[in-house]
T-cell receptor, first 111, second 108 residues
Framework: DAKTTQPNSMESNEEEPVHLPCNHS???????IHWYRQLPSQGPEYVIH???SNVNNRMASLAIAEDRKSSTLILHRATLRDAAVYYC????????????FGQGTILTVHP | DGGITQSPKYLFRKEGQNVTLSCEQN?????MYWYRQDPGQGLRLIYY???????QKGDIAEGYSVSREKKESFPLTVTSAQKNPTAFYLC???????FGPGTRLTVT
């Protein structure tokens, strides 16, 4: 499984953009990059995933580096409900479906 | 909840007792997963099943057992052999993997 490095914590103000980075330098060519988030006492919630191209959905955007060794989750306008732990998880190939969670990034959003 | 139901939300047991956690899905997905989460930690994979009557150990299977007799059900038994059973247990299905609401198990 590819190892990931994320900042332990980040802070943002409400309605400002947030860029959450993730390094995954050992990612394999067939791994997708998944992002999940988890609110306190709840199960993780899928946010977005991508392979090579940048991806957008109603929740966020995912920018993937050209060499795929890093990616950035972008929340365009942070809200208080976005305060959560964000996990970056490369998965795919023979480990498809098996998510290996690291420590994640604790995002604090200030009013 | 992405079609995953876990019950109960909170469960209390005495040390030495086996306990079974329920996980049901209504979306006809083949693959289902069980994870454990300890306070301040990420999730760790216990067991997973990709097809009925078949399952594989995850990273921390010792002290746990599962069954997959029906596609919609994947119960997890926490046995008395599990040294530290108190944790938050999450069941998930594949397909932008959706997680159930979880069961918080406390063993005293």
């Amino acid at each position: 499984d590819a190892k990931t490095t994320q900042p332990n914590s980040m802070e943002s103000n409400e309605e400002e953009p947030v860029h959450l980075p993730c390094n995954h330098s050992t990612i394999s060519g067939t791994d997708y990059i998944h992002w999940y988030r988890q609110l306190p006492s709840q199960g993780p919630e899928y946010v977005i995933h991508g392979l090579t191209s940048n991806v957008n959905n109603r929740m966020a955007s995912l920018a993937i580096a050209e060499d795929r060794k890093s990616s950035t989750l972008i929340l365009h306008r942070a809200t208080l409900r976005d305060a959560a732990v964000y996990y970056c998880i490369p998965t795919g190939g023979t480990s498809y479906g098996k998510l290996t969670f690291g420590q994640g990034t604790i995002l604090t959003v200030h009013p | 909840d992405g079609g995953i139901t876990q019950s109960p939300k909170y469960l209390f047991r005495k040390e030495g007792q086996n306990v079974t956690l329920s996980c049901e899905q209504n979306l006809n997905h083949d693959a289902m997963y069980w994870y454990r989460q300890d306070p301040g930690q990420g999730l760790r994979l216990i067991y997973y099943s990709q097809i009925v009557n078949d399952f594989q150990k995850g990273d921390i299977a010792e002290g746990y057992s599962v069954s997959r007799e029906k596609k919609e059900s994947f119960p997890l038994t926490v046995t008395s052999a599990q040294k530290n059973p108190t944790a938050f247990y999450l069941c998930a299905r594949l397909g932008e993997q959706y997680f159930g609401p979880g069961t918080r198990l406390t063993v005293t």
